[in-house]
């Protein structure tokens, strides 16, 4: 099976980029695409880009790495109660192609946040939303601030 994996931060010291890179340790007999949103980075969506320069190339890579999952694993950041900038573009700029972005794959869907809600305002936006995207939700999970777990990445 291959598992697709992402944080929906751009954060190099992102603890949701490291909570999915814990959670892939316990996936290791798997094929992993671990992607960085850093890799995706395109211009702010505007319908004025679109009409003038039409698709970013990068869209269309994010799209075609969803295609070939088997599985998708995210854990997204929250800033100010929702998606973060980083990973609100490339959504948006991947929606322009189809809505289904992820392709009917199941997804287990999780997020974490230094605020007192462990990233619940974003995951509870994410599962209303995400099934109309295509996301097959099988399961989440919400790391909530002081919780005793050790992650690093390896």
Known sequence: MKITAFAGSN????????????????????EIAFL???????????????????????????????????AIICSLA???????????NIFDWCSRVDLNIFASKPMFLM??????FGGGNVMNAAKSFFPKCGANIIETFSLLPGFPL?????
């Open 11 to 30: 954060s190099t010291k992102s603890i949701n980029r490291q909570l999915v890179a814990y959670t892939l340790e316990r996936f290791s007999e798997f």
């Open 36 to 70: 960085d949103l850093n890799e995706f980075e395109m211009p702010l969506f505007s319908i004025d880009k679109e009409r003038v320069n039409g698709i970013p190339e990068k869209a269309l890579q994010f799209r075609a790495v969803m295609a070939e999952a088997e």
């Open 78 to 88: 929250e800033h100010n109660r929702s998606y973060t900038v980083a990973f609100k």
């Open 111 to 116: 997020s974490t946040s230094p605020g007192g």
């Open 150 to 154: 050790q992650l690093s990445i390896h």
